[in-house]
């Protein structure tokens, strides 16, 4: 997935609306937003809806930032997809 | 004149050089990262309680952002379904009016029994406060309530849906807004009584749902009452459904909240409930 202002906005919108709707459209948003390489908006969308939704409890309370650690998760497997699948040609696999 | 043509050949043999913007990338984004999460972690409160008082007044000074995409929804239910799912609440109110009313008599009895023997602390009266998110808004079964350090909530508070139903206790507090972690939470865990008398270990599973485990002989029905152990009345679950397999030395018992969590609307936050604080 190239970058593309379209899913930008809709990343954005997915962040903007999961605290008003669905919290799970913000972790759509910080997925798209990481895999179109908008990278700014998948952390910071990650640390402000960790900001909202406070610290998980119970078995995931130290985590501390969970959304935040699953957009750099994201971003890393967007970067090593692009590295070792995507841009892999015919003339480097013989 | 003869020249040789010139000739640009590749040979890689499967050498490849790391991308250095690759590199400078991830280090970059490492040290962004942990910049972003050092300063947040310090401003972490202060932060969320001014995300929240944002979205309140959003939400309550338009209150259709959520509500009309909600809605959006709605528009696609089949009227026959509307229409059977309205017969039967219908009679289903009907049937809680009928075992309601007598209720409040028996509660203004009980109450008043309690300060007779020298318990005035029997009933309690608590803070209003408006719910601002919910779940599916809110992920780990939280609400975002509407008052805070404003009216002197704390940390540890016990937060009702009206009168005796428990809920769950207030775990953040903002200066105009709070955050409840209601008792069905995924993985939290806490000790309550099975009608009033047998302890049992309830654990939360997400999306108002709770379940426990007691001995195979224990006396348990559909729509018992699992309370905390205090001389307020009050009921933190009900007993939803019963597992129990044959040749087996337990029960597993489906509770649920004793209030619908995606459609509240107003809680009370109870200042001086329980013994813990």
């Given amino acids: 997935m190239k970058k593309n202002r379209f899913i930008f906005w809709l990343a954005f919108a997915g962040v903007v609306a999961a605290p008003f709707v669905y919290w799970p459209l913000g972790v759509i948003g910080i997925v798209l937003a990481a895999a179109s390489e908008y990278w700014t908006l998948s952390i910071l969308g990650g640390v402000i809806l960790d900001v909202l939704y406070g610290v998980p409890p119970a078995n995931f309370h130290s985590v501390f930032f969970p959304l935040t650690l699953f957009a750099i998760v994201a971003i890393v497997i967007r970067i090593a997809s692009e590295k070792y699948v995507l841009k892999r040609g015919r003339e480097e696999t013989l | ?277």
Avoid at chain 2, 71 to 91: H, M, P, T, V
Avoid at chain 2, 237 to 254: C, G, M, R, W
């Fill in chain 2, 1 to 277: 004149m003869w020249r040789e043509p010139e000739r640009s050949v590749h040979l890689d043999f499967g050498v490849r050089r790391r991308p250095r913007a690759v590199s400078r990338l991830f280090f970059l984004l490492a040290l962004f990262a942990i910049i972003a999460l050092v300063a947040v972690a310090f401003f972490r409160q202060p932060a969320g309680g001014i995300l929240w008082r944002g979205i309140g007044f959003v939400e309550n000074n338009t209150g259709f952002v959520g509500a009309a995409i909600r809605d959006f929804g709605a528009q696609f239910s089949a009227k026959a379904i509307l229409a059977e799912q309205n017969q039967e609440l219908s009679r289903r109110v009907a049937v809680l009016e009928a075992r309601n009313a007598d209720r409040d008599v028996l509660y203004e009895q009980n109450i008043a029994l309690k300060k007779q023997f020298g318990r005035p602390d029997a009933s309690r009266s608590g803070i209003l406060a408006a719910v601002i998110s919910r779940p599916p808004a809110t992920p780990y079964d939280t609400l975002v309530i509407d008052t805070g350090e404003n009216l002197a909530v704390i940390t540890g508070d016990f937060v009702s849906a009206g009168g005796g139903a428990l809920i769950g206790q207030i775990t953040d507090v903002y200066s105009t807004t709070a955050r409840v972690t209601l008792f069905s939470s995924a993985g939290n865990t806490y000790q309550a009584l099975l009608r009033g008398t047998t302890p049992v270990t309830v654990t939360g599973e997400g999306a108002g749902a709770l379940t426990a485990k007691v001995p195979a002989g224990t006396e348990v029905a559909v729509g018992d009452a699992i309370s905390f152990p205090d001389i307020a009345a009050n009921i933190s679950e009900i007993v939803a459904a019963i597992d129990a397999p044959e040749n087996n030395s337990f029960k597993t018992l489906y509770l649920r909240l004793p209030a619908n969590i995606f459609t509240l609307q107003f809680v009370e936050i109870l200042p001086s409930y329980g013994a813990g604080h």
